[in-house]
C-alpha cells in the first residue's frame, strides 16, 4: 500500500530512506523478495506535468522538486558558489535530470575491485532494463526501465557526431553501453514515447498498492535510531510530529549529500566532526563525507544557421508535446556525446578519456537559466577523469540545515588542463564538416579568446557542475572506506547504503543507470545479512 494519508503500519522489515534513484529500485527488489517495507521521501509526489517532458528538466530546477543546493566559494574557480540542483520529489533527481542512459566503462568497475568488476555488476545492468534496441549480451530486455535511442535527434546531433568522428579521430558508435567509453554517437535515453521514465516511475509506481509497500511523502528522516550499534529503525518529522519508525534493517539512499549527513547526525562519521557540533560518536569513520568528486562542464557555444530546439516558440513546442509527444520537449536537450584525450601526455589505447563531450542543439549556459536570441548550438567538454577530491560537513547539528558542500573544484591542476584542451577540441570538433558548414561565429568563449591564460579564465568563470556528486560514503577496504563490498556501513549492523556516495572513484561517463544498479545490489546484500 502507499501514501501520504496514512502513516506505517507495525514494523517494516526495511526501511529505505530516500526515494531517488536508488531507493526506488532497493524498494522494489525488497518488496519482490517479500520485505515489507516503509520508504521515506522527503520531497513530494512526482504530479508535476513537466516531470514527463524530458526537454523540460531545466525548468524544474529551483521549484519546491529541488533541494537547491550550493557550494561555498570555490577558490579556483573565480571564488563562486556552485548551484547543485538535487531531485527532492518521488524519483529524486532521476525525476529532474537530462535522462541519459549511460554505464560506466569496464575499466571504471574493474577499477573498483573486488566483487564490483564488469562482470559483476553486468547481470544487474541487463535486469534494470528493456533496451529498444538490437539483441546482444550486454544488453537487457525484461527489465522495468525503458532505454534506447529517442524516437528523433535534431539534425545538428548528427552532424555533431561526424564532425567530432572525423575532426578528432574518433568511430562512431551505436552505444556507449557495451563496456567501452570511446567514439561518438547519440546518446541513449530512459524515455518510452517521449516521456521521462524516473526511477519511481519505472520501478515503483507499477507497486504502489501491494500490502506491503508503504511510502511517505514529505518525511524528513531526522537521525537513525540504535539497539547499539544495530540500526533499529529512524527518527522523522512528519506532517509536524515526529515519530519513531522500527525496522529489521536501514538502507540509506538518501545521495551523495545527505547521505553521509545523516550518518553523521545520527554519530558515524569523522571523530572530530562529530565532536565539533557535540554529536555523540557511536562508530568514527573518518571516510564518512570525504571523497567528494563531481564531473564539472563547460560551455563552448557557437551560432547556428538551423533552428535549435530552444528557438521553437514556447507554445508551439508545448502543443507539439502534448499532441504527439514530439518536438523540443521529448527531446533530452544533451543528445549526443564524445569521449576524448585532451589533456597532454595522455595515451587513448592505455588511459581512461579525460574528456566526455555533451552536444545540445540550443544554446545552453548556467543551467539554461541564461538564454540568448538566435540559434545556438552548445559543445560542452565534461571533466570525467576527476582528481580533485572535496568534503562534505555539518553546518549544526540541525537535520533540517543543509551540510557545508566543497567539492574542492579544480585544486589539482590535471583537471583545470583537461578542461582547457577539452575547450580546444569543442573547437575542433565546430570547425569540422559538416558541422562546420552549419555554424556562424563562435560567442562562447568568443573568436578571440586563444591563448592558455585566457581559456583557464574561461574554464574558472563558467565551468558548473554536471550533476554528478559521488564518493563521500565509498565502498572499499581501507581506512577510509565507509561501506563494505557488501554496502554495509563499518562497524555497523542492519545499515546499508545504497546511492551514489559509495562509488570509490567517479565514473567516466554520466552516473544515474550506475546508482540505480547501486541500488538494486544494495537490496540483495541486505536481504542476504538482515
Known sequence: MTTDDRGAAGRADFIVVGAGSGGCVAARRLLDAGAKVLLLEAGGPDTHPLIRAPGAFNRLFRTHLDWNLSTVPQARAAGRAFYWPRGKVLGG??????????????????????????????????????????????????????????????????????????????????????????????????????????????????????????????????????????????????????????AGGVILTAGAVQTPQLLMLSGVGPRAELQRHGIPVRVALPGVGAGLQDHLAVPVITRSRVQSLDRVPQGA????????????????VAEAAAFSHARSGLNAATDDPDIQFHFGPAYFRDHGFVTEPGNHFSIGPVLVDVHSRGRLTLASRDPLAAPVIDPAYLTDERDLQSLVGGVRQ???????????TLRGAEVLPGEGLRSDAALRQHVARECATLYHPVGTAALG???????????????TQGLWVGDASVMPRILHANTN??????????????????
Open 93 to 246: 533527481s532521476s525525476a529532474i535530470n537530462a535522462t541519459i542512459w549511460i554505464r560506466g566503462s569496464k575499466r571504471d568497475f574493474d577499477g573498483w575491485g573486488d566483487g564490483w568488476t564488469w562482470a559483476d555488476v553486468l547481470p544487474e545492468f541487463r535486469a534494470l532494463e528493456t533496451y529498444r534496441g538490437p539483441a546482444g549480451g550486454t544488453r537487457g530486455d525484461r527489465g522495468p526501465m525503458p532505454a534506447g535511442a529517442r524516437a528523433e535527434s535534431h539534425p545538428l546531433s548528427h552532424a555533431f557526431v561526424a564532425s567530432a568522428a572525423l575532426g578528432l579521430g574518433l568511430p562512431v558508435v551505436e552505444t556507449f553501453n557495451d563496456g567501452r567509453l570511446d567514439g561518438a554517437g547519440l546518446l541513449e535515453s530512459n524515455h518510452l514515447n517521449g516521456e521521462r521514465f524516473s526511477a519511481f516511475r519505472a520501478f515503483l509506481k507499477p507497486v504502489l498498492t501491494h500490502p506491503n509497500l508503504t511510502v511517505l511523502t514529505g518525511a524528513h528522516v531526522l537521525e537513525l535510531l540504535w539497539n547499539g550499534t544495530r540500526a533499529a529503525g529512524v527518527r522523522l518529522r512528519w506532517r509536524g510530529r515526529t515519530l519513531d519508525a522500527p
Open 317 to 332: 513546442a508545448l502543443a507539439q508535446y502534448v499532441w504527439s509527444r514530439r518536438g523540443p520537449l521529448s527531446s533530452n
Open 426 to 436: 569543442a573547437r575542433e570538433i565546430a570547425a569540422t564538416a559538416p558541422l562546420s
Open 477 to 491: 577496504d581501507g581506512e577510509e572506506a565507509v561501506v563494505s563490498r557488501a554496502l554495509q556501513v563499518q562497524g
Open 513 to 530: 543507470a550506475t546508482t540505480l544498479m547501486i541500488g538494486a545490489r544494495a537490496a540483495g546484500f541486505a536481504l542476504a545479512g538482515a
